[in-house]
């Protein structure tokens, strides 16, 4: 499994995955709690998962906080020009010469997951 492939996308919309296994394996440690092996396993996974839906949910927080200051730091003719549609375009085709290839589709949570299950 590419560890950089499952973390990229939206950091927010994988911080709630993330959280979610947590407090589903937080659930199933609770179910197994007079197993002291199997509670502990669970336990930890539910912390490790827990973990890293906060740091990406602090990463997200990060993310747009620097998006806005950027944002807002542009002067705003500058954002209407390029708003326009020919700027966009123009913007696109500068990209496309610079990268030498068309940028690929984000990979959804759900295709993701599905790579996953499929993989193993």
Do not use: C
Request: net charge positive; proline share 4%.
């Amino acid at each position: 499994m590419a560890l950089k492939r499952l973390l990229t996308g939206d950091p927010a919309k994988t911080s709630k995955l993330y959280l979610g296994i947590g407090v589903l394996s937080l659930l199933k440690a609770i179910a197994v709690r007079d197993d002291r092996n199997r509670f502990r396993r669970e336990l930890l996974d539910a912390g490790l998962f827990i973990g890293i839906g906060i740091v990406l949910r602090r990463y997200s927080q990060l993310k747009a906080e620097k998006r806005a200051e950027i944002h807002d730091s542009v002067p705003d003719w500058l954002v209407s020009v390029a708003a326009s549609d020919a700027a966009k375009q123009g913007i696109r085709t500068v990209a496309k010469q610079q990268l030498g290839r068309e940028p690929e589709p984000e990979p959804s949570i759900r295709d993701r997951a599905r790579g996953l299950v499929s993989g193993s």
